[in-house]
């Protein structure tokens, strides 16, 4: 389960089959985080 209690960004997803790997979620950036929030109230 994932979460980004305490403004911490999700990891990236990585699916590993035998020795071959694919990332199939990417890492969250700190734009990804805070984009649906409303900052224009603070000073």
């Known amino acids: 389960m994932a979460s ?7 990891v990236p997803e990585i ?6 790997f694919r990332v ?5 950036s700190y734009e990804d985080l805070v984009r649906g929030e409303d900052l224009s109230t603070l000073p």
Do not use: A, F, H
């Not at 980004?4 to 999700?10: E, L, Q």
């Not at 699916?15 to 071959?20: E, F, H, K």
């Open 15 to 20: 699916l590993v089959n035998g020795d071959q």
């Open 4 to 10: 980004t209690y305490n403004s911490r960004p999700k």
């Open 24 to 28: 199939i979620r990417e890492r969250e």
